[in-house]
């Protein structure tokens, strides 16, 4: 085996992050992006000051068998990671399902580890052009929405979800990128209304939301299949 899977950090059990399932969620250290709303800075780096060593959670694992169902994969950016396929073995031979948060920064990457997970959370940021607005990162918008025409070409269950910080979005620009996800075939969205009390960026230290919120909503609700709103 090559270089362990570096964990920054580690939940012992939620119902959230793996729909209909009793998990737990690994926080892969590393991201290539530097979102200004992000809640997890401490992640961005390579290196983190709380890194849990990979026999450490393996262990932590065996002791969950029976009693968790699935492992979800999150961030950082989980398929930044070369030993990420590995580790999803290693886990997968235990008997946990797999989950997957990504924003697909690195669409080879991406695309080599979907077959690999059971359920992925995929990371619209923005319509592509406006990408680098949120990352700080150009060329961040065509990697994100290759990886999503990979997800929606694989066929694995899915949730595609946007985290909205009203000083970086409007209502027209979500309205407009949600109408562009649903043509691609797109049926499960959730829109994440941003959290401000830890940011990578605190200059963005209000999100006022527009005073016609509802009806956009309710026109979301109207557009997918499935739609879920998370303040």
């Known amino acids: 085996m090559g270089a362990a899977l ?3 950090g580690l939940v012992p059990l939620t119902t959230l992050d793996f729909p209909d399932h009793l998990a737990c969620v690994l926080f892969c250290q590393g991201c ?6 992000c809640h997890n800075p401490e992640l961005i780096p390579t290196r983190g000051a709380q890194e849990r060593c990979w026999e450490d959670v393996l262990g932590f694992l065996d002791q ?3 009693l968790l169902e699935a492992v979800v994969f999150s961030g950082g950016e989980p398929t930044l990671q070369l030993a990420l396929p590995e580790a999803i073995a290693q886990v997968r031979e ?3 399902k797999i989950g997957l948060h990504s924003a697909g920064i690195k669409p080879k990457l991406f695309r080599q580890v979907l077959p690999l997970v059971d359920w992925v ?3 619209v940021k923005s319509p592509p052009e406006h990408s680098a607005l949120i990352t700080g990162v150009e060329g961040s918008g065509e990697a994100n929405w290759k990886s999503l025409a990979a997800l ?3 066929g694995v269950a899915y949730e595609c979800r946007t985290t909205v910080h009203w000083q970086l979005f409007d209502a027209e620009r979500l309205w407009d990128m949600a ?3 649903r043509r691609l075939g797109v049926e499960r969205f959730a829109v994440q209304c941003v959290r401000t009390a830890k940011m990578l960026d605190d200059s963005l230290a209000d999100s006022r939301a527009p005073y016609d919120q509802q009806k956009l909503w309710e026109r979301m ?4 299949p499935a739609f879920v709103l998370r303040g």
């Open 6 to 8: 570096r964990v920054g």
């Open 152 to 154: 929606l070409a694989r």
């Open 121 to 123: 959370g995929f990371d």
């Open 64 to 66: 969950r068998v029976g």
């Open 94 to 96: 235990r008997g946990f």
């Open 221 to 224: 609700g109207r557009l997918f």
């Open 32 to 37: 290539g992006w530097r979102c200004r709303y």
């Open 179 to 181: 109408q562009r996800l």
